[in-house]
């Protein structure tokens, strides 16, 4: 059985196959912001993530972290920071804070889902995870991957995984 992404085949899916228009890798600040706008146009997208929990980036960081910038200054399209406006938030606000948000919007975000590689193939690209998947129009967060061109279609093929 295929387990594109982490998820059953639909009717997305073809075989070993899983189609969307865009992949945004990473569900920071960028790729949260990316897929609210992505949404706001109707586009077909996922967003995958290497956590298992979107947030977990800031979890992960030392106790005693804080913003530098003030609440008022550190929301995302949509939805203010839930703070005083001149608090700086810790590290736990902004991991629960990037949570409620793609809870809020229900962004299709897929956790514990590693991008390991990206290749061109003809008019698409793959994008291969650590669950199998791929997209033609990946948008990359702060990640290392190169400038994609847009293109009118993708497709993602699955691995075991
Ligand atoms: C300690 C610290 C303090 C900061 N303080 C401030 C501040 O006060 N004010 C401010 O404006 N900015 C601050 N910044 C900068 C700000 O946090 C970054 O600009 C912002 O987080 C970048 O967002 P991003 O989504 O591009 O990347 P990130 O927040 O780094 O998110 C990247 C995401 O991609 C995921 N990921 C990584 N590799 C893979 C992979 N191979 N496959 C799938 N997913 C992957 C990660 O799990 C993560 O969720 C701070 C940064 C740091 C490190």
Redesign the pocket.
């Known amino acids: 059985m295929t387990a594109a992404l982490g998820m059953q085949p639909t009717s997305r899916t073809s075989g070993r196959i899983e189609r969307f228009n865009t992949i945004v890798?990473?569900?920071?600040?960028?790729?949260l912001s990316a897929g609210y706008h992505l949404q706001q146009r109707d586009v077909d997208f996922v967003i995958?993530?290497?956590?298992e929990r979107v947030g977990?980036?800031w979890r992960n960081?030392w106790d005693s972290?804080r913003?530098?910038?003030p609440a008022k200054y550190?929301g995302l399209p949509g939805m203010p920071f839930p703070a005083e406006p001149m608090h700086l938030p810790d590290k736990d606000e902004v991991a629960d804070y990037l949570e409620r948000y793609a809870e809020r919007f229900d962004l299709p975000v897929r956790s514990g889902?590693?991008?390991e590689s990206l290749v061109r193939d003809g008019e698409r690209w793959i994008l291969r995870t650590s669950r199998g998947s791929a997209a033609s129009i990946p948008i990359a967060?702060?990640?290392p991957l190169p400038r994609m061109a847009s293109a009118a279609s993708f497709e993602s093929t699955s691995v075991d995984g």
């Open positions: 890798v990473g569900a920071g600040q960028a790729g995958v993530d290497a956590h977990d980036v960081r972290l913003l530098f910038t550190s889902t590693r991008a967060s702060t990640l």
